[in-house]
């Protein structure tokens, strides 16, 4: 899986800091930058993604608020 082909992630600067990010072993850090990049309409997250059910929920969760909002 490539952050470019797989999750549409074109920007230079996010795709370099999530390379850093896991270059330097903080995966959560890294985690939390493609949900942030992939789910823009959200802006940062208050708290890192520290488990991948973190990162499942809360892509979740925001599907069921669109879905209550249309």
């Known amino acids: 899986m490539t ?3 797989d999750l549409h992630i074109r920007d230079a600067r996010i795709l ?3 390379r850093d990010a896991v270059t330097a072993k903080h995966f ?3 985690c ?3 949900f942030e990049a992939t789910h823009p309409a959200n802006g940062s997250l208050v708290e890192s ?3 991948p059910n973190h990162y499942f929920e809360t892509s979740y969760g925001l599907t069921d608020v ?3 909002e249309s």
């Open 3 to 5: 952050l470019e082909d």
């Open 16 to 18: 370099r800091e999530v």
């Open 28 to 30: 959560h850090i890294a």
């Open 32 to 34: 939390t930058k493609v």
């Open 49 to 51: 993604i520290n488990h």
């Open 66 to 68: 669109k879905a209550e």
